[in-house]
Antibody
Framework: EVQLLESGGGLVQPGGSLRLSCAAS????????MSWVRQAPGKGLVWVSG???????YYADSVKGRFIISRDNSKSTLFVQMNSLRAEDTGVYFC?????????????WGQGTQVTVSS | DIQMTQSPSTLSASVGDRVTITCRAS??????LAWYQQKPGKAPKLLIY???SLDSGVPSRFSGSGSGTQFTLTISSLQPDDFATYYC??????????FGQGTKLEIK
């Protein structure tokens, strides 16, 4: 069974940092692209960042220069280092697996981890 | 960036009804369109990809159609488990605007 388990969320002050993790199991992690998708309270889904099988990284303009996505294939884990956090970064962060036939199509999702940026 | 617009934003229907949700892209996305279902406090679930292909395990009452800029998600006979929020998504490129704003399907 495919499982994605996010962790690392919490309450942080504006300007602070957090590192989110997504532990994957039940599939060959190294052969799939992965992404992070945010959902602000009561709002829709917003793609934030992605990483290819080869390690190429992609970012939404709103987080470019502040967030760093990475992966550790030996541990089947996806990360995002979130720096200079802002109130608008608040939300539930889901990790999502890219489909084999379309890496920007998300066929498996974790349950999410809550990030709250507030003073 | 390609913008995705769903309509309606909210839809009230009854068990057994046939319902249709529409998604429009600001420019052609061929058939690179997916539909997701999300229930409160849960992760989204992929229902349909390539505009009309059902993901594994998705009930046959769900169907998708369209190409280019106009797409629809149809539920042929609503079941109690179908009341949720539905999102369309283009997957041509990575983009923060790749998802529609969502359609909340409520019980009438």
């Amino acid at each position: 069974e495919v499982q994605l388990l996010e962790s690392g969320g919490g309450l942080v002050q504006p300007g602070g940092s957090l590192r989110l993790s997504c532990a994957a199991s039940g599939f060959s992690f190294s052969t799939y692209a992965m992404s992070w998708v945010r959902q602000a309270p009561g709002k829709g889904l917003v793609w934030v960042s992605g990483i290819s099988v080869s390690g190429t990284t992609y970012y939404a303009d709103s987080v470019k220069g502040r967030f760093i996505i990475s992966r550790d294939n030996s541990k089947s884990t996806l990360f995002v280092q979130m720096n200079s956090l802002r109130a608008e970064d608040t939300g539930v962060y889901f990790c999502a697996r890219g489909h084999l036939t379309g890496t920007r199509l998300f066929d498996q999702w974790g349950q999410g981890t809550q990030v709250t940026v507030s003073s | 960036d390609i913008q995705m617009t769903q309509s309606p934003s909210t839809l009230s229907a009854s068990v057994g009804d046939r319902v249709t949700i529409t998604c429009r892209a600001s420019q052609s996305i061929s058939s690179w369109l997916a539909w997701y279902q999300q229930k409160p406090g849960k992760a989204p679930k992929l229902l349909i990809y390539r505009a009309s292909s059902l993901d594994s395990g998705v009930p046959s009452r769900f169907s998708g159609s369209g190409s280019g800029t106009q797409f629809t998600l149809t539920i042929s006979s609503l079941q109690p488990d179908d009341f949720a929020t539905y999102y369309c998504q283009h997957y041509i490129t990575y983009s923060p605007e790749s998802f529609g704003q969502g359609t909340k399907l409520e019980i009438k």
